[in-house]
């Protein structure tokens, strides 16, 4: 049975999302989680990857369950991993998928936000979150170049 994962990451402590060789990635810590309440779930297959240090609020993963009695609901799947992971990654929900679903080629769309802090003095509660610029911005420049 194919299963659809939406999840969230602070991914200030990774390495990005896939799996890797030197650091940690989001996708190897959620498959451990699985792997705890589900094994022999298949690899998780994503919607697109991020970089180290990149956070996400809806990527999209797919994984192949066994069909097996009994049958737990998706909202307590989703708890049961969530009590595995570190706080800093939330599954947020998990939907049967159909069997043809692809979370990289279904994809909708992608949205990215950039952050900046501009002011004299870095919000230390923005610091994984922004950029700071503690210099006036050009703001005319700014939209000039997002034109382009």
């Given amino acids: ?13 990774y390495a990005g999302w896939q799996v890797q060789k030197i650091g940690l990635g989001v996708q190897q810590r959620v498959e451990e989680a699985m792997a705890k ?5 298949s690899r ?12 996400a609020l809806g990527m999209v993963a797919q994984a192949e369950i066994p069909n097996r009695r009994p049958q737990i609901s998706s909202r307590k799947l989703a708890l049961a991993v969530n009590a595995h992971l570190p706080p ?3 599954v947020m929900s998990v939907s049967r998928a159909r069997p043809e679903f692809d979370a990289r080629f279904d994809a909708k769309g992608k949205q990215y936000r950039y952050l900046i802090w501009n002011a004299p003095a870095m919000n230390p509660l923005q610091r994984h979150y922004a950029w700071h610029v503690a210099r006036p911005l050009d703001i005319s420049a700014m939209r000039a170049a997002a034109r382009f």
């Fill in 1 to 13: 049975m194919k299963i659809k994962l939406t999840i969230a990451y602070d991914g200030t402590a």
């Fill in 88 to 90: 800093d990654i939330r």
């Fill in 44 to 55: 998780l297959h994503s919607s697109s990857r991020t970089d180290a240090g990149v956070h």
């Fill in 37 to 41: 309440i589900l094994p022999g779930a």
